[in-house]
């Protein structure tokens, strides 16, 4: 009596669902097909490579990851797999303006008009800076930034944002690569429109490029930039104090975004990985990339594909993409 009381719900829910209960009980003992199985080792590589980008990477880049390696599945799947298992990339917020122009200043000529866009290493640099809250208050990052690797060649951090600031981050940029004649665009703020910020650029032989004043289109590269660091880090962590974010900042441009990072604009590939592709047309000096010589065995070639906003009836460029 007992048994066929415990049998009682279950031949019901066979009934509603249309089985026969023997088929019930032949469900509860089947393995996993081999669409799940495989599906469940997938997942299990997506949360390895999820983790090591230390939960920043999306199903774009994840995916791009996998082919990289090897492993061909398609991009859908990948997101699918990623939704279902709550995995995300990083996502960006707004930010406040920091650029405050000097009155009166003369500014540059817009040389770049928003078509950020480089055929060769060295040929066109973008610089800004942004500020990170800590605990004892804000530390400032200037940067530079080279358009056509993505690559950050220059940085300074100080607890001001004085023109040494840019200077400094400048200077990084100058002696580790070859300058000459290069294009160095910046917003105009009042540190790039000052005295000792442009004699510094004619004695280098800089060519200074200036969009408006606190115009993210006019210095979009060098926002997007941003952009990535506030989502994969600032808004990720806090920090106590300025030597703690020196640190974390240190670690993220020199070992994550320049080295490891996989950018979709220059085809997934790391900034250093890019540049190593394209060795023979760089000019950089020996500091400047040191593994310049190792070339793969088979030429694959990522295309850098132009950079423009989407303004790009104001910007004179290319079509976006």
Known sequence: MKANRARWPIAMMARLLGVSTSGYYTWLVRE???????????????????????????????????????????????????????LCGASRRRWPRTTRPRAGARRAPDLVRRHFSADAANVLWVAD???????????????????FSRRIVGWAMSNHLYTELMLRALDMALQQRRHEGVMLHSDHGCQYTSIAFGRRCREAGVQPSMGTAGDAYDNAMCESFFGTLEAELLCREHFATHEQARRRLFSFLESWYNIRRLHSSIGYCSPLEFENLHAQDLSLSPRGLSTAGQRRGRDRRPAARPWTTRDSTLSGGATPH
């Open 32 to 86: 996993p097909a081999m669409h799940t199985r495989s599906d469940a080792q997938l997942l299990a590589h997506i949360r390895t490579l999820h983790a090591s980008s230390r939960g920043t990477y999306g199903a774009p880049r994840i995916h791009a990851q996998l082919a990289r390696e090897g492993v061909h599945v398609g991009r859908k799947r990948v997101a699918r797999l990623m939704r279902m298992a709550g």
């Open 129 to 147: 800076a942004t500020y990170v809250p800590t605990g004892e208050g804000f530390l400032y990052l200037g940067v530079v930034l080279d358009v």
